[in-house]
């Protein structure tokens, strides 16, 4: 359920694209066929041998009027038109977006907003199934892109200007999306997941996303070990938003932007060596000792 | 007979007589200035892109509209410049040394006037705002600093065919040291009034 | 007869030893190192390639870090693009333009040795960077914000801009000395109509280096001064626009894969009609579709950018201009077939590589169409997808012709054959190799995985595509060792050629292999498309030379005509030996190493060479004629 392919569609706009790329598909291999064919024509037949052929063959050129140009300009109209014709889906003009996310690409991790940037979240998007979202993409930084191919097109996500792309799932799902323009050196590791709810749950999932993080003897750890120098907390006194959010990070599927799925023992390891599991990514090594890892897995997958 | 006669001759070609089009040395200096030309081309629509993409006001940032007197004295000098070096090009190709001499220094000085004038300009501007303070800040010194170097090399050219001149390399029927300076003297003249057009006239539209 | 021949080869007679080596002017020798520096380019870049497919070959491998692993494709883009084809195909176009159009040099003999030498010293400044671990790493195109100081603080992309800056001085030059060539030097009576379809292709590209070049410097300067000296072209904060380095990029860009797939085409053209006994079919229309297809070229670069939030309407536009396009390209692929049906085709080896050449082009050209469709193209661009077409076009398009000229012209350049089962057994291997590597590339990228990725995760049914490309990228490997092999072996061993091996139509196969040093004893006149074929005309100028007419004998001479109809006009008097070209790029290379270590003095010293440099090359030559 977490693959990216653009053949599975789960959306209307994803469906289109594929349907445009069946109709290519069809008329290249059609072409390919024509030309091979042609190749081997000419190769198998054995004609006799004698001076080179000088002749000028009206026949022959007509040939390469017919296919070279009346045939292909005929072939690429009716594919402009046939393209032209699928832009809508993909990118709607107006606004029939009920929902607005908006999204922050960051080297190498995807700032997550809901609700006019009141509520921040990290590399997991949640949407209601059949209510199309508006995702309005900048960054602060270098430029990345937003590629969820089951759902949509790709999307530039560029410094001083906001772009968007509309999510409209069909089905519930999780979607697994990545970085498509290169960022550096953690490019390959910059994923993210869709997750398409029925509307209630998606309503449960965001009222819970709102609530600040629970009073805990966690915090300290977490503030201790010089977390919150990078990483925010809902609720909790400092602000950083350097790094990810982690104020539910329990209730998140992956850690390090899908790199890894998001166990105890896996968060553990990540504690324990970042730059192993992503190197050269913005966390350094902390050198952490063990019990105080293990505090800081047991508080962080407690914030659901 | 002459082997280009006795080619022609073998391929029967129409017109007696040799023509000359133009030479090697003649293509050589169009090329050059085309992609150089082009070079300008570009930098001036990347200040287009620019400013059209700039929702503020033009210029940006507070920054004046460009003073207009000296750059269009540059300018009208510089144009100046241009129709003397073609009074010296018309002037060798009627044999007339002393045309050719004299119209190259006139050239080659009111080049000079010109870059002085450059130079001042710069300063001035640049007590306002410099390449680091912002992108339109920067595209105006590219854009003028390029052409300067354009045009520095420029004058080098005119004072080596100056000293060819001086001794007597060039005649009325074989100039091409001449012309491929005047060619290239051209295109920077040319770039000025652009750039003036550009930078200078089109912020008050 | 022999006394006139020995007049001609006294004049043109070289000395021997290094010194030769460092001032020959001859379009021969300078060709042959074009062919054989980029050949070793395009080695390097081919291990770059192979240890990238290694780390894919498997989920999640460690063979190399992420910034090796950026350093490797990035190089490898740049080493293929601009040190290896394109010179590569400068290299064929320097060896054979003056033979086919019956000249004894190239325009500006000099001003060749120059662009040899400045494109050897900007592969090895690019290629300095390696040891230091500092080879360029944001891609090929490198994008700004990434490629600025603040995101790659050391030398990595200054190497690139610099370099590039550098070989553009290299490939400019080479163009305006073809375009001069083409038009003033052909044989009498070889009117433009009449001229061999590779020259077409030639001087269609040079026109594109001479308008498409500038963007790519222009983009290479503000990208420096914004690195190094403060200035601000693309940053937002200070009103610039990253959007801004990817027109100018682009803009450059897409005419550039014209400017290589134009030559290749042309050798393509060469090789069409002499392996399928025939002239060519619709000569007209294939010179027409070369000069369309450089001049479109120019009015489709957005397509590269359909991703970035445009406007509908400018992408609208672009699409309608991108999928028009493959209008010329399909002119062409039915020329050389019909050419090939009504013919007697050969099946020698340079004929395999354009058969291949056809295959996998006309794949590469219909995912290009695919991608002028701007909602595929949102969904595909930046992925394996893209990926697999650029390869199809580019290796197909012009590393398949590149490999067909190598055996094609190799008894002209060496006077020897190569060995013609080696051939065959290297073009199976590489055209099995190839598409082994490349076709499950379409698939990976429409199963969503995306380009410049030092690593992948399994589950996402991307693994078994990867390691059959990387069991590909071996086969094709060996299919390149062979045809290594196969040249390095038969320079040595290969039995004789004669002059015409292959019944070639085209005159550098009038003249003897190798060709002496001045090409022709006498200049040939010329009365069709096929000069070789015309057996009287070629009769004619052997009892010329016995009567000593045409001969250009008083130095190194060669005959102007006129642009269009190839009418005589004017002796010509070329120089000879010279060491200033190479004195040129030496300086270059020290004003390039300054800009590089930011030691301006270094660079201004430079300067004052390059100025030297050029007023010893101006220094009135009693040889050279001033027209």
Same mark, same amino acid.
């Given at each position: 359920m977490r693959d990216q392919s653009t053949l599975r569609p789960a959306s209307? %706009?994803? /469906? #289109? &694209?594929?349907?445009?790329?069946?109709?290519?598909?069809? =008329?290249? =291999?059609?072409?390919?066929?024509?030309?091979?064919t042609l190749l081997f024509v000419a190769v198998l037949r054995r004609r006799a041998g004698g001076a080179p052929d000088r002749s000028t063959s009206r026949g022959a050129t007509k040939f390469v009027a017919v296919a070279g140009v009346i045939v292909p300009a005929i072939v690429v109209i009716l594919l402009f038109f046939a393209s032209v014709a699928t832009l809508p889906a993909v990118s709607p003009a107006g606004k029939n977006a009920r929902m607005t996310i908006d999204v922050v690409g960051r080297q190498w991790f995807w700032d997550v907003y809901y609700r006019n940037r009141t509520i921040r979240t990290a590399n997991? &998007?949640? $949407?209601?199934?059949?209510?199309?979202?508006? $995702?309005?993409?900048? #960054?602060? *930084?270098? $430029?990345?892109?937003?590629?969820?191919?089951?759902?949509?097109?790709?999307? *530039?996500? &560029?410094?001083? /200007?906001?772009?968007a792309v509309v999510f409209d799932a069909d089905k519930p799902g999780i979607f697994r999306g990545q970085c498509a323009e290169f960022c550096g050196v953690e490019h390959g590791l910059m994923a993210l997941l869709v997750v398409a709810q029925p509307a209630p749950q998606f309503d449960r999932w965001l009222a819970d996303q709102a609530e600040p993080a629970p009073k805990s003897p966690g915090l300290d750890a977490f503030v201790g070990a010089g977390c919150s120098g990078c990483h925010e907390i809902s609720g909790a006194p400092r602000k950083s938003r350097y790094g990810p959010d982690l104020s539910h990070l329990g209730s998140r599927l992956t850690i390090g932007a899908g790199t890894l799925t998001n166990t105890p023992e896996h968060l553990a390891d990540w504690l324990r060596?970042?730059?192993? $599991?992503?190197?050269?990514?913005?966390?350094? *090594?902390?050198?952490?000792?063990?019990?105080? &890892? /293990? %505090?800081?897995?047991?508080?962080?997958? #407690?914030?659901? | 007979m002459t082997t280009v006669a006795y080619a022609r001759r073998t391929t029967e070609p129409t017109v007696e007589a040799a023509p000359r089009s133009a030479s090697n040395g003649w293509w050589g200096m169009v090329l050059f200035v085309a992609t150089e030309a082009t070079l300008f081309t570009v930098l001036l629509a990347s200040y287009f892109y620019i400013r059209f993409k700039t929702s503020s006001g033009w210029p940006p940032d507070g920054i004046?509209?460009?003073?207009?007197?000296?750059?269009? !004295?540059?300018?009208?000098?510089?144009?100046?410049?241009?129709? !003397?070096?073609?009074?010296?090009?018309t002037g060798i190709r009627r044999g007339r040394q002393r045309a050719l001499v004299l119209g190259l220094g006139a050239t080659f000085l009111l080049g000079l006037a010109f870059l002085g004038l450059q130079i001042w300009e710069t300063v001035v501007v640049a007590r306002e705002f410099t390449p680091r303070t912002d992108t339109y800040g920067s595209l105006v010194?590219?854009?003028?600093?390029?052409?300067s170097v354009h045009l520095v090399v420029g004058l080098l050219l005119l004072a080596w065919v100056q000293g060819r001149a001086w001794f007597r390399a060039y005649t009325a029927g074989r100039h091409l040291g001449v012309q491929m300076a005047a060619m290239y003297w051209y295109f920077v003249v040319v770039v000025q009034v652009a750039i003036f057009v550009s930078l200078y006239l089109t912020p008050r539209i | 007869m022999e006394a006139h021949v020995e007049r001609l080869e006294k004049v043109w007679a070289e000395p021997a030893g290094i010194v030769s080596f460092l001032t020959s002017v001859d379009h021969k020798r300078i060709g042959i190192r074009y062919l054989f520096t980029a050949f070793a380019f395009f080695i390097a870049a081919g291990i770059e390639a192979m240890v990238m497919r290694a780390q894919l070959a498997r989920p999640g491998e460690r063979l190399v870090s992420p910034e090796t692993y950026d350093q490797l494709f990035s190089l490898h883009g740049t080493t293929m693009i601009f040190l290896f084809v394109t010179p590569m195909l400068s290299g064929f176009g320097n060896y054979c333009v003056p033979l086919m159009i019956g000249a004894r040099d190239m325009a500006f003999p000099r001003l060749n040795a120059l662009s040899y030498w400045v494109f050897l010293s900007s592969g090895l400044f690019i290629y300095a960077s390696v040891p230091f671990g500092l080879a360029p790493n944001d891609g090929w195109f490198n994008y700004v914000p990434l490629s600025d100081k603040v995101f790659t603080p050391d030398k990595n992309i200054d190497f690139y801009t610099l370099g590039l800056i550098f070989i553009t001085i290299s490939t400019t030059a080479g163009a305006a000395n073809f375009i001069v060539t083409i038009f003033k030097l052909r044989a009498p009576g070889m009117s433009i109509n009449r001229m061999p379809l590779f020259c077409w292709a030639v001087l269609a590209t040079s026109f594109a280096v001479i308008f498409a070049l500038p963007s790519l410097t222009v983009a290479n300067t503000m990208l420096e001064l914004e690195r190094n000296w403060g200035f601000h072209f693309f940053q937002p904060a200070h009103g610039g626009d990253p959007l801004l380095w990817q027109h100018l990029f682009w803009i450059f860009g897409h005419p550039d894969v014209y400017i290589i797939f134009l030559p290749a085409i042309g050798i393509v053209s060469s090789v069409v009609p002499v392996f399928s006994r025939r002239s060519i079919v619709g000569y007209e229309w294939l010179a027409l579709a070369t000069v369309l297809t450089?001049?479109?070229?120019?009015?489709?670069?957005?397509?590269?950018?359909?991703?970035?939030?445009?406007?509908?309407?400018?992408?609208?536009?672009?699409?309608a201009a991108s999928f028009m396009i493959v209008i010329p390209s399909g002119i062409q692929i039915f020329a050389w077939l019909a050419t090939m049906l009504t013919g007697r085709p050969v099946l020698k080896t340079p004929f395999l590589y354009v058969l291949g050449f056809v295959v996998v082009f006309v794949i590469g050209g219909l995912t290009g169409v695919m991608f002028a469709a701007v909602p595929f193209d949102q969904q595909a661009t930046d992925s394996y997808f893209v990926v697999a077409h650029f390869h199809y076009v580019l290796f197909g398009g012009a590393v398949f012709p590149i490999f067909a000229g190598i055996h094609y012209w190799f008894p002209k350049m060496s006077g020897r054959m190569y060995h013609e089962l080696a051939g065959q057994v290297s073009f199976w291997l590489v055209f099995v190799g190839f598409n082994l590597t490349f076709f499950p590339?379409?698939?990976?990228?429409?199963?969503?995985?995306? +380009? +410049?990725?030092?690593?992948?995760?399994?589950?996402l049914g991307w693994d078994a595509y990867n390691l059959l490309s990387t069991i590909g990228s071996g086969v094709l490997a060996a299919g390149i060792l062979v045809i290594a092999l196969n040249v390095l072996w038969s320079l040595r061993r290969g039995p004789p050629a004669l002059s015409d091996p292959w019944g070639g139509n085209t005159l550098e196969w009038s003249t003897s292999s190798p060709p002496p040093h001045f090409n022709f004893p006498v200049i040939p006149i010329v009365r069709s498309a096929d000069p070789n074929w015309d057996v009287e005309d070629r009769r004619q100028d052997a009892l010329r030379l016995e009567r000593g007419e045409l001969l250009l004998a008083d130095g190194h001479q060669t005959l102007a005509t006129t642009v269009l109809e190839g009418e005589a006009e004017d002796e010509l008097h070329m120089p000879s030996e010279s060491v200033w070209p190479f004195v040129l790029a030496l300086s270059l290379s020290v004003v390039f190493f300054g800009l590089l270590m930011k030691l301006y003095g270094v660079a201004i010293l430079g300067c004052i060479l390059v100025a030297g440099a050029i007023a010893g090359w101006h220094r009135p030559q009693r040889e050279l004629q001033d027209q």
């Open positions: 209307h %706009a994803a /469906q #289109s &694209i594929a349907d445009l790329w069946w109709i290519l598909f069809v =008329v290249s =291999v059609v072409v390919f066929f024509v030309v091979v997991e &998007i949640h $949407i209601p199934v059949g209510v199309p979202v508006e $995702i309005r993409v900048t #960054s602060e *930084d270098v $430029i990345h892109s937003l590629w969820v191919p089951r759902l949509n097109r790709k999307i *530039d996500v &560029i410094p001083g /200007q906001t772009n060596n970042p730059q192993r $599991i992503k190197p050269g990514n913005k966390m350094p *090594d902390l050198g952490l000792p063990e019990p105080e &890892i /293990q %505090a800081l897995v047991r508080y962080l997958e #407690s914030l659901k | 004046a509209d460009p003073k207009l007197l000296r750059a269009l !004295v540059m300018t009208a000098l510089l144009t100046a410049s241009g129709f !003397v070096m073609y009074a010296a090009e010194f590219t854009i003028t600093g390029a052409h | 450089g001049i479109v070229g120019f009015g489709v670069w957005v397509h590269h950018m359909f991703a970035t939030g445009l406007p509908q309407i400018s992408m609208t536009f672009f699409s590339m379409h698939i990976s990228g429409l199963l969503g995985m995306p +380009r +410049r990725v030092y690593t992948y995760p399994g589950g």
